[in-house]
């Protein structure tokens, strides 16, 4: 179905450009120092430990810790360059996106294109060195990929379908719940005589990109028994719900949930209108309209899905695994505007935009993380027999990432802070003693110092620290050397002189 309006078509264009032109530059503006999981990415994909055996302890798949590396190999290991991989994988989401949506129209792909470049959440994962900007860019190409295969069954199309199923695989394990969603389309859309001879050789294409994940299934049952999300309860539907819509809105103030509310509410629009507004009137159906009723069921059923695991395995959730149903969203909500009348799709498109960037911007210019200025501090006044310690180990990576002084180092539960030991995580923390994990750094210290570094609000961990922390008062003299500031993650350092 196309929807077209007068006039649309040939005033977006260059407004549109320029979107796009800000919105990929937006996705390599990141100065701020990486935080944990940032640093965790580099070292795991840098470091000297085998990426299988690195990752039985992070608990995710490999694709990206393995392109990562290769890029760091090429290109340098410096926050831009690293950085920069995901803005490059954000970048390429945007023509994947608006081909996928041009099957809806080309005022739907024009809107589903502007509303990419703006979005605070594209934005925001194309500049963090993690996995959810690729994990948007195969999940959309997935999407065209078997679109495309499903109207023309034929090899090259399948292998398309093969390979975005075994890249979706092995970049992040909530493209399970996308995949199973896309099996149950393609079985419902087969039932039909006509249709299913189709979907009698997608299935199998979706299968042998799933055979690729075979090699890693012995990783993928260490990590089944040993690890999970420590760091947060069980996700509830209606977390899965608020988490999502603040997530596509870009933050959980103010302004992210009003962009969260208005992208929500076209898609709302983008699913059951007819079609275009005539003569200032919209037209909506009590049902899903049925130009979109597959991307509907792509984005519900992954997303539910996923919510229904993460209640059955007490997982946790958090926005960026919504990135499996993100491309969906934002073809519903361009939809949603594409299908308003010339003024108000203007006006719309415009706040959206301007909401975006403005959210973007004000996110870009927010320090993530204490852990670069915790570490020049220590560079600048430590001793060659000084100690430091990190509670909970988990701020130790931001901080080991710009350490240069070669001092020994230790992390409560365990490990030297450079990279997160998650297997049975919270059970380490509780059979680890923490009055003798302080007199065994305070001993290794000798004459030197110890440089204490610690956070609050981790699950489970803070009392331990409260009580390493004292312990350390106890005997030894405390100066705090770096203040606790209210940052996304923030970390303060006491050091403790030679008694």
């Not at 679109?147 to 034929?154: D, I, Q």
């Amino acid at each position: 179905m196309t929807t077209r309006s007068g006039g649309f078509a040939g005033l977006v264009p260059a407004a549109a450009a320029l979107a796009v032109a800000v919105g990929v530059i937006l996705r390599f503006v990141a100065p701020s120092p990486l935080w944990l999981d940032e640093a965790l990415s580099v070292h795991i994909a840098t470091g000297d430990v085998g990426l299988a055996d690195a990752l039985r302890r992070d608990g995710h798949p490999g694709l990206y810790y393995l392109l990562l590396g290769w890029w760091a190999d090429l290109v340098g290991e410096s926050d831009g360059a690293t950085r920069a991989l995901s803005g490059i994988f954000g970048i390429l989401t945007l023509p994947v996106l608006w081909m996928a949506a041009r099957r809806h129209g080309r005022d739907v792909a024009t809107a589903t294109l502007v509303l990419a470049a703006s979005s605070p959440y594209l934005i925001r994962y194309a500049t963090e060195v993690r996995m959810y900007a690729l994990l948007v860019l195969v999940i959309a190409a997935g999407w065209l990929a078997l679109e495309t295969a499903w109207a023309n069954p034929r090899p090259v199309p399948l292998l398309g379908v093969a390979a975005t199923t075994a890249a979706a695989l092995h970049t992040h394990y909530w493209s399970l719940y996308a995949i199973a969603a896309a099996g149950l389309i393609v079985v419902w859309a087969g039932r039909e005589n006509t249709s299913r001879p189709v979907a009698l050789r997608i299935l199998p294409a979706m299968g042998l990109g799933g055979l690729t994940f075979v090699p890693w299934l012995p990783v993928l049952t260490d990590q089944l028994r040993d690890t999970g999300t420590p760091w947060a309860d069980r996700a509830r539907p209606t977390e899965v719900f608020i988490e999502t819509l603040q997530g596509i809105g870009g933050n959980n103030r103010f302004e992210g949930e009003t962009l969260g509310v208005l992208l929500a509410l076209l898609a709302v629009v983008g699913i059951v209108a007819i079609g275009t507004a005539r003569d200032g009137v919209l037209q909506l159906h009590g049902r899903v309209a049925a130009p979109v009723r597959l991307p509907t069921a792509a984005a519900a059923l992954s997303l539910g899905i996923g919510a229904a695991a993460a209640i059955a395995t007490a997982g946790a959730f958090e926005a960026r695994y919504a990135a499996i149903a993100i491309p969906f969203l934002l073809l519903l909500a361009g939809r949603g505007a594409a299908v308003l009348d010339r003024r108000a799709k203007l006006v719309v498109l415009c706040l959206v935009v301007l909401f975006g960037f403005a959210i973007s911007i004000d996110e870009a210019r927010r320090t993530r993380s204490q852990g670069q200025q915790v570490a020049a501090t220590i560079d600048a006044g430590a001793d060659a027999a000084d100690v430091v310690i990190f509670c909970p180990d988990q701020v130790g990576p931001a901080t080991t990432h710009y350490l240069t002084a070669d001092l020994k180092r230790v992390a409560f539960p365990s490990g030297d802070g450079y990279t997160i030991d998650w297997r049975n995580y919270l059970e380490q923390a509780a059979s680890t003693d923490p009055v003798a994990f302080a007199e065994q750094a305070m001993a290794a210290a000798h004459s030197g110092a110890v440089w204490f570094v610690t956070g609050i609000g981790y699950r489970g961990l803070d009392p331990a620290c409260a009580t390493v922390q004292a312990h350390l008062a106890s005997v030894r003299p405390a100066e705090q050397v770096v203040g606790l500031t209210d940052l996304f993650e923030g970390m303060y350092a006491i050091r403790y002189a030679p008694s």
